[in-house]
């Protein structure tokens, strides 16, 4: 039996870094887009493989697209029920403020997931972030400031949370859900360009295509040699963090003759700060001897 791609590499991930742990009961996030739409029936085919123990779905909406986002929940519990699967919906409310409203909202979604996790006892959330998503977080990081740690995007496990379709591109997905004869939801500010991830999406990575249409495979290749990188550097930071820190404070003297590579990435542990500008603004406060404490101290 010939397996799809898509399956293919699931499979493949879940080899390599053991995800999804024999016996775990899986909550896949479930908007009921595509990507959602592709993990679930993946998750489906490969219950037996990853010896799942229960699988269910959890529809969060924000209620920002009026009748849309009840269509959404609809067509999530329509999918669920024909699948045979437990859902989970819940509705939050997302203050309209345009600047923020995607990390609010994904923020609030997050949490949403959560909650149901605890409250209905399952081990791990699926969500349905594939390699294209990590090719735009890294561009968005990259545009507004980020250091290497911009370079990196997301993990495939982030705590309670696992991707496994983090191998996948797009146009697997698509045609993945389209070879099963199945539908999904299109959510329509997905095509909005004044939002920058979309405007990424739709406007440069086809362009940067034309150059390599492999960019998404190029991406992967250059984030695996700098995660082996960053995690050299890693050791190398907390090693310095050790000699550097005094009692919760600072060794200015000590900082001071750190390489530079070494220092921004203390600043980074001291406040999460990842764009540069700032990043140097702080080391240049330290430089100005304004006492600084480590983060927790």
């Known amino acids: 039996m010939k397996y799809h791609r898509l399956i293919r590499k699931v499979v493949q991930l879940q080899r390599e870094k053991k995800l999804i742990s024999e016996g775990t009961s899986l909550l896949v996030a479930f908007s009921g887009g595509v990507d959602s739409v592709a993990l679930a029936l993946c998750m489906l085919e490969l219950r037996s493989f990853l010896s799942l123990k229960r699988l269910a779905l959890a529809h969060i909406n924000h209620q920002l697209r009026g009748e849309e ?15 045979g699967l437990e859902v989970f919906v819940e509705r939050i409310e997302v203050k309209l403020e345009r600047e923020n409203l995607e990390a609010k909202a994904r923020e609030l979604r997050y949490k949403a997931l959560e909650e149901i996790r605890q409250r209905e006892g399952f081990d791990l959330i699926a969500t349905a972030h594939h390699l294209n998503d990590l090719v735009e977080t890294v561009l968005l990081w990259l545009v507004r400031g980020a250091g ?11 705590g309670r ?8 591109t797009r146009e697997e997905i698509e045609d993945f859900v389209r070879s099963k004869k199945e539908t999904w939801v299109e959510d329509s500010t997905n095509y909005d360009l004044s939002y920058a991830r979309n405007l990424i999406r739709h406007k440069v990575i086809p362009e940067l295509k034309k150059i390599n249409p492999r960019l998404e495979e190029s991406f992967l290749r250059l984030r695996k040699i700098i995660r082996e990188e960053e995690d050299l550097l890693e050791d190398l930071t907390q090693k310095a963090i050790m000699e550097v820190f005094k009692e919760g404070e600072l ?26 500008k700032e990043t140097e ?12 404490k480590r983060l927790g101290a």
């Open 251 to 276: 060794d200015r003297k000590s900082f001071l003759k750190l390489p530079q590579a070494i220092k921004r990435r203390i600043t980074y542990h001291l406040y999460g700060i990842r764009n540069m």
């Open 281 to 292: 603004r702080l080391i240049n406060s330290i430089k100005k001897a304004i006492p600084l």
């Open 148 to 158: 290497r740690e911009g370079l990196l995007g997301f993990e495939e496990k982030e």
């Open 69 to 83: 986002s009840y269509r959404d929940e609809s067509f999530c519990v329509e999918f669920a029920k024909a699948k």
């Open 161 to 168: 949370v696992v991707r496994p379709l983090y191998l996948a």
